[in-house]
């Protein structure tokens, strides 16, 4: 597979679909006009917005002296978010949350220009594009895998990284033996963690796996797909108790100490949270070498593959009244912030660098895949099967219900709720044609 420069993949970041209902569109306007006025710009870094964001603020004003940023960072961006674009109100520049579908991006989003133009100086245009028109940019391209504690790792005698599930969860069963770590850490109660397990179709290898294989198949859960496979793992893990006691309890924020400390040991997550979980491990008084980045358990032909696909992309509210400088704020944060550096990212430019932060995958062997586009007229394929189905494919409710299951809070088991999960689907599809 090779490093291309524009690719499309699954949402890092999603939550079950919702309902949006439709604002007429603005048109035209996107770069014109005077970079002057105040904007809004609406994040979901609640973390970093009085600090690093505030750094950005500054610059961005020194280089743009008529424009004001004021930032609104918003916990449950894609709850509250999808409530206020139900109204004009939903800031200057934002995140295209995973609930709007292709088709209706013009309705809420201003364009940016066409994927030929836009692919020539970022990546991953085609992922948030209808009709060869780009919508949003990245702030970030984010691989998929396993964070994890080497320490832990080391100490339960494992040496080498698994190859297939089945290691995975004997590696695993070792540090549970062999150690006081929790040897993998859900992060059920935020949800949001769980959808990271979509993000990693990449891994089977193929690029146009999710044309051939996911919207146009009526069993994405058998065991030989890839949503059986990852969702198969997810469920044994947790099956064999070999996670954190009470899910409901869990927290995102500790999470981050606790493997750092090495108290947890192990959790999937897009690439964009090795540095969260190597500061974590600093500020505690460890050491940010303590934290490795492992490809998912699972080889083609002898090889790891890992997907490559964007983080949230930023976009103009088409009902903005200072859309120059809201592109202006967008141009600026993918080529000056810095942002995807400092978050250990694959730059959103096409000639950006590298980051430091994955030479674990490096020494891997790791190929990364970028996943191919829908065919056109098909952007929406994917988004209405999962609509009609119920079934939040990039959420977490779902996955949340497997867990349930899976540790004896819920009726049925792995296969019968397979089953259910590959009927609804394939109800879904006959339902939405092809």
């Not at 993949?9 to 005077?34: D, F, I, N």
């Not at 220009?113 to 940019?137: F, I, N, P, T």
């Not at 080497?150 to 549970?176: H, S, Y």
């Not at 497997?402 to 397979?418: H, M, N, Q, Y």
Request: aromatic share 10%; glycine share 10%; with cysteine.
């Amino acid at each position: 597979m090779r490093f291309r420069n524009q690719v499309r993949g699954v949402a890092l970041l999603a939550a079950a679909a919702l309902t949006l209902s439709a604002c007429s569109a603005q048109a035209g306007g996107g770069s014109a006009g005077e970079i002057a006025g105040e904007i809004t710009v609406i994040t979901q870094r609640t973390d970093i917005v009085d600090t690093v964001f505030a750094d950005y603020k500054a610059e961005f004003e020194k280089k743009y002296p008529d424009v004001t940023v004021n930032f609104e960072a918003i916990t449950d961006y894609e709850g509250e978010i999808a409530v206020r674009m139900n109204t004009d109100d939903y800031g200057d520049v934002l995140l295209i949350p995973n609930s709007v579908k292709p088709d209706q991006f013009a309705t809420f989003f201003e364009p940016l220009g066409s994927v030929a133009d836009m692919g020539k100086e970022y990546r991953l245009v085609e992922e948030k594009a209808y009709d060869g028109q780009v919508y949003g940019v990245s702030i970030t391209v984010n691989t998929q895998g396993l964070v994890y504690n080497k320490k832990v790792w080391e100490a339960a005698g494992v040496t080498d990284l698994p190859t297939t599930p089945d290691e995975f969860l004997d590696d695993l069963r070792a540090i549970r033996q062999n150690t006081d770590a929790v040897p993998y850490y859900t992060n059920y109660a935020d949800g949001w963690p769980l959808s990271q397990w979509d993000g990693n179709r990449g891994v089977m290898g193929d690029p146009g796996y999710q044309n051939t294989h996911i919207a146009y198949s009526d069993t994405p859960w058998a065991p030989d797909e890839w949503h059986g496979i990852s969702d198969g793992l997810l469920y044994d893990v947790v099956a064999e108790g070999l996670t954190e006691d009470d899910p409901t309890t869990t927290n995102w924020e500790e999470s981050k100490t606790l493997l750092g400390t090495g108290q947890v040991a192990t959790m999937l997550l897009g690439s964009w949270a090795i540095t969260q979980m190597q500061q974590a491990a600093e500020d505690a008084g460890g050491s940010a070498d303590d934290i490795g980045y492992m490809p998912f358990p699972y080889q083609v032909d002898g090889t790891f593959h890992a997907q490559i696909a964007g983080d949230y992309k930023n976009a103009i509210n088409v009902h903005s009244e200072h859309k120059a400088a809201a592109r202006a704020w967008i141009e600026w944060f993918a080529k000056e912030s810095g942002y995807a550096h400092h978050e250990g990212g694959i730059s959103p430019l096409v000639d950006g660098p590298a980051p430091d932060t994955l030479g674990d995958f490096e020494d891997a062997g790791v190929e990364y895949v970028e996943m191919d586009p829908a065919p056109q007229g098909k952007e929406s394929q994917e988004a209405d099967v999962v609509a009609a189905s119920e079934i939040d494919l990039y959420g977490n409710i779902y996955r949340q219900k497997l867990v349930d299951i899976a540790r004896g809070a819920g009726d049925g088991d792995k296969e019968s709720f397979f089953a259910d999960l590959n009927q609804r689907w394939a109800d879904a599809r006959a339902s939405v044609g092809e």
